[in-house]
């Protein structure tokens, strides 16, 4: 599919061989463009694309428009030889090698441009050919800073191929669009497929990953209900209960029938109601945060089930290049580099307001210092331990409505009261919020503690649909 060296032959022919080099940028990491001007009213752009398997090389007229983007080799290349001259362009030996060579009489350099199929390089090397810097690096084959490009290594093959009837005009001279739009076309095609499959892959595993998980916190169960169970009737029936037993058998009005509890014998009857309570508790607790978990796992497998559809039918690169971001932050695997913030929980309330909620004590410290701006606003469940709730407001005015009641719900539910019961147990609570500006830090080292000022109080009226709606926005 490359070119091959009469076609490379014939259309570096039709360059403009010298001008000054005005600019080289690389728009991916197999492209390198050298814009130059021959003359004082044309500017052209040279590209040089190794695209495995799609080598290629042509002009046009140069965009003024067009982002100069950059890469490691053409930041290097703009330092060291940027407003230099360009002084020719040639094949060495009908080898699919061209040789770019820039500089002035007193130094030149050699811009190698290796387009074999697959592996190609581009090379910066002085007059020597000692080469100074590579697109790519072979060591094994002697392309690495400081090697030899040698010339007499090059060997040539078959010279006798034709030039394609799709890049010649009705003169029969090459045509630079021609080629230019030819591999424009099957290179989108192949990153494209390529892309797809990539996708595809990665999106069922993590769809199969997610299902399994699932349906394992589907078969775990609740079960609470049976300690809850043990531990009402041997509260109802202590007195006819003897201390130190290994059962008890009572009669339950529920089910109209004696059942047998069982008992630990080295403890008393209040200490067994007491020990099913608590396990009553423990259990509930496991439940709801399965629960949650399972709610925010579906939420997700849904989303990546989405984007898995829409890949396999979708033949837009760009679609394809959203989709994978997306794909990247669902699965948690973006870079943290790239600044996306990587502490506190962030959900989407009603106006498009956005609000964090913190993880831990240290998590809210880390979101009062680098997140909450002064007319942002706090909240916080009144009389129980609990997560800081931040609501931006970039209009500096009134908080919206609807949203402020949703961030209560985020304090209690992201709360010990929420903790202590389960979530359909929860009727309301108080929850006080302000905004930062009159939040005050006492002087102790205790993470997360602050002092609000000024404060308004918001009784809940805690409604599950609201918080559920809520969850499903976490971002």
Known sequence: MSLNCNEI??????FPQTGLIRHFSQPDNHTLIITYQPSENEIFDLIICIFDGYNHIYIRPTDSLHEKQQQNFSRYLNSHCGLSM????????????V???????????HIICRMWGAGSNILLTDDQYTIIEC???????????DETFDLADIHVGRTDYAVREDFSGNDGDILNDTVRHYFHDLIIGVQTDRLRKTLVTKAAAECATL??????????????????????????????IADYQDSAEVFDYNTNQNITIPLDPKRTVRQNMQFYFD?????????????????????????????????????????????????TILTGKAQSRSGEITFGRKFILSGNTIAFVSKNAKDADQLLKRIAKG????????????????????KSGAIDPTAK??????????????????????????????????LRKPNTNTPGLVFPTQEKNIKVNFKKKIIMDVLSTRQ
Request: aromatic fraction near 10%; hydrophobic fraction near 35%.
């Open 211 to 240: 299902q399994k998980t699932l349906n394992g916190i589907d078969k775990a169960g609740d079960g609470s209900e049976r300690y809850l169970t043990y531990g009402e009737l041997i509260k109802n029936n202590a007195y006819a």
């Open 135 to 145: 697109l790519r690096r072979y060591p094994k084959r002697g392309e690495w800073p």
């Open 279 to 327: 396990k009553y508790k423990k259990t509930a607790e496991a439940a709801r945060l399965a629960e949650e978990r399972s709610a925010m796992l579906k939420i997700k497998f849904d989303e990546i089930n989405a984007i898995l559809s829409e890949a396999q039918t979708t033949d837009r690169l760009k679609t394809l290049t959203d989709l994978q971001t997306k794909l």
């Open 99 to 109: 040789d770019i060579k820039l500089g002035s009489d007193e130094r030149c350099f």
């Open 86 to 97: 360009l002084l020719s362009v040639s094949q060495i030996k009908l080898s699919r090698i």
């Open 9 to 14: 032959e014939k259309l570096i022919n039709t």
């Open 405 to 438: 009641i949703q961030a209560a719900h985020l304090a209690l539910y992201f709360s010990q009261l929420r903790t202590d019961s389960n979530l359909d147990a929860i009727t309301d609570g108080d929850v006080y919020f302000t905004q930062i500006k009159y």
């Open 375 to 394: 007319n942002d606003y706090w909240f916080h469940i009144r009389d129980y331990a609990g997560s800081h709730v931040i609501v931006k407001n970039n």
